[in-house]
């Protein structure tokens, strides 16, 4: 499974939520909801989530084994620096 398109949807300069993010898979699937969000030391995606009626978090999709959890943050986070890139240099003009 190839990902074939990463849409930053919304940037949070101000939050530990820094965007909300959707990854394209084959351009036959798509997975909204896919949160970058500041850590103590690095960012990191966390992946879209519901709350149970006993107050937990259930991730609603998510990666099934290690390497494709990385090959999907990586990803993720090399568009979101792209954009985050980007949109400081259009500031600058």
Known sequence: MNITDIRIRKLNVDSKMKAVVSVTFDNALVIHDIKI??????LFIAMPS?????GEF???AH??????RDTLETSI????QSAMLTESESSIL
């Open 77 to 80: 986070l090399e568009k979101y």
């Open 50 to 54: 519901r709350k149970t009626p006993e």
């Open 37 to 42: 969000i500041e850590g103590t030391d690095k």
């Open 58 to 60: 259930k991730d609603i």
């Open 63 to 68: 990666p099934i084994n290690m390497d494709m």
